[in-house]
């Protein structure tokens, strides 16, 4: 293959790889800091992608204004799920292990929810709309590649908000203690940063984080109510992979795995897709069995 | 009765990413020995214990039970082949009775050895730590010293060679643990039983062991009587220098 | 347990008779009940006691479910349904030594995976190796062999778990549940114990879903293996009360009864009920409903 093929190649991995990262990325701070594992978390993206759907095809909103639209709406219902169900279950729960166990099934709960809740409204097939498809040319060695404009758009927004989320994360104070919750929660609360508050902006910005990628996708690719349960799988293979509570690690390790999907698919099946993806999982989770489930 | 050891470790060594919490430490001890294990904290006590009775593996080194090597084994086995232990905070099966819970180890490793004298069956054991009276009760409903006491009955139920008891006398008062280290100097008189027993209140110890060994850092710093461990100058540097002077 | 022993013999000639006297909707219905009894059962038999949470029904249910299909011409009835839970026992094994010996929720997530992943994996296999998309079942027997041996099995799951209640094998499942390391140090060969009995818990399912495809005489990787079977045996358990005999069986009959009814008017609506459900139970009634009337003073020893 020449070096331009591999170079596309390459690089519609990355733009995969965006997407990943930025759920990530959502997931990581969720589970790194509540230790909430949300296994429905795909299911907001479905979300995320069906109200940007919804909204352009009826009332022609830019999916562009829905970006904001859908991490707010995604976010807020971040909130109310956590003080429903999550808020709860930090209270009444003996020790951490009966959490994590009741927070899976809960979640688990969730998902069926979610993902029937989006076939009765919306049906069961698949949607999309158009949105900037037109090709682009990036020159370079070989004669350049080429791409469809929204997807270009949706790795450099995608980049854009991950990279974002880590700068707040690292600069500012509110970022400053939720990293001290991942590492020391007793320690945190004794220095006076507020779990209470924190605990649920977070589980929303996780769950927000989710619809923006949503919407990001939808611009590019058809989308149906089943299309979120494979992206919840990668997640998971990719904060395995990059450390769990680490966020450069997610955002690394979301690029990498979608370019090493991108080269797995081209040099055998794209059918093999979802087989692939599951046995990465499976093989990452046993590989690596202290990385999503560690004991701080 | 061959010649090995009931237990005995060489240069066991256990470390957690960079940290050594025991440090080529070997000990060998023999049947119905009363032997002490203190050390400032952090010397890696428990840690040892751990090691001892297969809840941790150790990172090199070698442990063998009466010329068995029994090292990496799973701590079932260690159960089977006569190690028994106590945690530091009782770790009782809550919602069971206070029976269920003796009858435990009698359903398991306590299988394996005849059902004789003080440890014939449950009520046996119940009457030996003082537990009668509460057979039937849920674990969870006994006072916390009497949960200590279940957590030696459990261990008990085992039909143990060797009881690895961890500061089983933590928090009692003095008469408690009076009555404690009684019950201890029992389990080795009449039953036999090697009890090696980690403590901090280190002048009951020394009243009641006959062999003393001295962690420090996770190194074995001293194993002896205690008459003469008490004057052994790393020792005491190493440790509560006033405290020890008074046991002298 | 003489009590228990009368109540589901009761139950059973019940359910014996009602072939006969029943509608063909009536017959389905049970037919459905007595599944769920006992996919629900023999989970909550291992799964209750040890706190492990298998998510991985629907994959042994599927590989019993295939099985059948394949061997059903070459094979009896009975040794079909044999073969069924046979194979998808195997499978438990090298999942179980794999994965049972990491906590709790890590194996619930594991279990998930492995079933997607079987899922998946046959799919593929069907589609380009075989070249089929589903399978038909042509040999089938009678309607009312496959009641009977489907209430069979009911009654032979709940057997095994009163016999096992009153075990030593029970009675280390329920130690690995309180406190597995404590368990261990009594001597208990935790390892050994789970592997068993998630492989008997497979063994259920697996016989369950060779019946079901003789049932539904056509079979393909997306309905044999799909998560919504274990997710409704996971639900039925947790809401029955998964650490008790009669609160997964009672809970059984209800959600077929409601299955049965809602899912072909209102698929979409009974799902998102059910997942609803879920997250009420666990937030509230984490014992299920068992634990509303019966103390939670361990079921082994009641002294």
Redesign the interface.
């Known amino acids: 293959m020449s070096v331009g093929g591999w170079l596309e190649l390459i690089a519609s991995g990355l733009i995969t790889g965006g997407i990943y990262a930025l759920v990530a990325l959502g997931l990581n701070l969720q589970y790194g800091l509540m230790r909430v ?1 949300n ?1 429905a978390h795909g299911e907001f993206l479905m979300l995320g992608a069906f109200f940007t759907w919804a909204a352009h095809s009826t009332f022609g909103i830019s999916p562009l204004l829905m970006l904001p639209v859908s991490f707010g709406l995604l976010m807020g219902l971040g909130l109310v799920i956590h003080r429903l ?1 999550f808020r ?2 930090t209270r ?1 729960s003996p020790n951490l ?1 009966v959490f ?3 927070g ?3 979640s ?10 989006a ?2 409204v919306w049906g069961g097939e698949l949607r999309g709309y158009d949105f900037m498809a037109d090709p682009v040319v990036i020159p370079g060695p070989g004669g350049g590649a080429q791409f469809a404009a929204n997807k270009l758009l949706l790795f450099v927004l995608a980049l854009a908000i991950s990279a974002a989320l880590i700068v707040v994360l690292r600069k500012t104070l509110y970022g400053k203690g939720v990293r001290a919750l991942m590492q020391s929660p007793t320690g945190a609360q004794l220095v006076g940063i507020d779990t209470e508050r924190l605990h649920p902006l977070m589980f929303g910005v996780g769950l927000g984080l989710s619809g923006v990628a949503g919407c990001l996708l939808s611009m590019t690719y058809t989308i149906s109510p089943s299309m979120g ?1 494979p992206y919840t ?1 990668t997640a ?1 293979i990719v904060i395995t992979l990059g450390g769990f509570g680490s966020m450069g690690g997610a955002l690394a390790g979301g690029l990498a795995l979608g370019v090493i999907e991108g080269v797995g698919m081209h040099f055998t ?1 794209p ?2 897709k ?2 692939l993806s ?2 990465i ?2 093989a990452v ?2 590989w690596r ?1 202290n990385g ?2 560690a004991r701080r | 009765m061959n010649g090995h050891p009931l237990l005995e470790a060489r240069e066991l060594t256990v470390r957690f990413g960079g940290l050594t919490a025991v440090d080529a430490v070997s000990a060998a001890f023999a049947p119905a020995e009363l032997v002490g294990i203190i050390g400032p904290n952090g010397a890696g006590k428990t840690t040892f214990f751990n090691a001892l009775s297969g809840v941790v593996v150790p990172t090199s080194g070698e442990l063998f039970a009466s010329g068995r090597r029994l090292t990496g084994a799973r701590p079932h086995r260690y159960a089977q082949q006569g190690i028994a232990r106590t945690f530091q905070t009782p770790r009782v099966f809550a919602e069971l009775s206070v029976g269920a819970n003796i009858d435990f180890g009698l359903q398991f490793a306590g299988r394996r050895r005849p059902a004789t004298g003080l440890l014939k069956d449950e009520a046996s054991i119940l009457q030996l730590i003082g537990l009668a009276a509460q057979r039937a009760l849920p674990a969870a409903a006994i006072t916390p010293s009497q949960q200590r006491l279940l957590e030696i009955g459990m261990a008990l139920a085992t039909r143990p060679k060797l009881l690895l008891l961890d500061e089983v006398a933590a928090g009692l008062t003095e008469n408690e643990v009076e009555a404690m280290a009684q019950l201890i100097r029992r389990l080795r008189d009449e039953l036999e039983l090697t009890v090696i027993w980690i403590e901090h209140a280190v002048t009951t110890l020394m009243r009641h062991v006959e062999r003393v060994i001295v962690l420090h850092q996770g190194r074995k710093i001293a194993d002896g009587l205690p008459s003469e461990v008490v004057r052994n100058a790393e020792v005491v540097e190493a440790y509560l220098g006033d405290e020890m002077a008074e046991a002298a | 347990m003489k009590r228990d022993l009368v109540v589901l013999f009761g139950l059973a000639g019940w359910a014996l008779a009602l072939p006969h006297y029943g509608s063909e909707f009536v017959v389905s219905l049970g037919l459905s009940c007595l599944m769920y009894a006992t996919l629900s059962s023999s989970w909550s038999l291992f799964c209750g006691s040890t706190r492990y949470l298998s998510l991985a029904t629907s994959a042994f249910f599927g590989i019993g479910a295939y099985t059948g299909a394949l061997v059903l011409g070459q094979l009896p009835w009975l040794a079909a349904i044999a073969l069924g839970g046979a194979i998808a026992a195997s499978v438990a094994v090298v999942m179980g030594l794999a994965v049972l010996h990491l906590r709790g929720t890590y194996f619930a997530v594991l279990t998930f995976g492995m079933t997607e992943l079987i899922r998946h994996a046959i799919s593929y296999w069907e589609k380009q190796v075989t070249g089929t998309v589903g399978r038909v079942l042509s040999v089938v027997p009678e309607r009312d062999t496959v009641y009977l041996t489907m209430l069979v099995l009911a009654v032979t799951a709940v057997l095994v778990s009163i016999a096992l209640r009153r075990s030593r094998f029970g009675l280390a499942m329920a130690g690995i549940g309180a406190d597995e390391q404590r368990a261990q140090t009594l001597g208990v060969n935790t390892r050994l114990v789970k592997v068993g009995g998630f492989a008997l818990t497979a063994a259920f399912a697996g016989a369950v879903g060779a019946v079901m495809s003789v049932r539904w005489t056509y079979i393909d990787p997306a309905t044999v293996f799909n998560p919504f079977i274990g997710f409704q045996t996971v639900l039925i358990a947790l809401i029955g009360g998964a650490a008790t005999l009669w609160g997964p069986l009672i809970a059984a009959v209800v959600f077929s009864l409601l299955a049965e009814t809602l899912r072909l008017q209102l698929p979409q609506v009974y799902m998102m009920a059910l997942g609803l459900l879920l997250i009420v139970c666990v937030l509230y009634l984490p014992g299920g409903l068992a634990s509303l009337r019966w103390p939670a003073i361990g079921g082994w020893r009641k002294r």
């Open positions: 594992l296994i169900v709860r279950l009444t292990d994590e166990a009741r899976l099934m809960a688990f709960g969730l998902m069926f929810l979610v993902q029937n809740f076939q009765s349960e799988v998971l099946n059918s093999l979802s087989l599951y046995g999982f499976i989770l046993l069995p999503l489930f």
